[in-house]
């Protein structure tokens, strides 16, 4: 079974903002934080195709941010930076290998780090368009 490798984001701010989207349909909230999370992801993409190894750069160019499939553990959205078919599948299929590394492989994360090291400016820019897109909803009810 292949290692998956998963990161979380705490919010500040979180709960005003929980109160700002309970006052929205609940269709609607999630479509404002789907809009925002993707903007925050694509900080991290960003920086997962500059740290990815460039041999070809097929690597980096196949990096794309994308909903992550809906979960009966998990409420609300996501969003995950992987290839663009997802781990392990189509022609970039080694960018799990890369980042995780195998036994015959030593690891070269550029995922994790970029996460490491954008999560912050992320978590501002998700609360940015947080904000925006209640305040966009909120004028058009």
């Not at 992550?68 to 290998?97: L, N, Q």
């Amino acid at each position: 079974m292949p290692r998956q490798a998963a990161a979380f984001l705490k919010l500040k701010g979180a709960r005003e903002l929980d109160r700002k989207l309970a006052r929205l349909e609940k269709r609607t909230a999630k479509k404002v934080m789907r809009k925002a999370l993707r903007a925050g992801g694509k900080v991290i993409l960003a920086e997962a195709k500059r740290r990815a190894p460039k041999r070809t750069g097929a690597l980096a160019a196949s990096l794309k941010v994308r909903a992550a499939k809906r979960s009966r553990r998990r409420r609300g959205v996501a969003v995950i930076v992987a290839t663009a078919e997802g781990w392990f599948k189509g022609d970039e299929f080694y960018g799990a290998f890369v980042e995780l590394g195998t036994e015959d492989m030593e690891a070269q994360p550029y995922v994790r780090p970029a996460y490491d090291a954008k999560k912050g400016q992320a978590v501002q820019v998700i609360m940015t368009e947080a904000g925006r897109g209640i305040e966009a909803e909120a004028q058009k009810a």
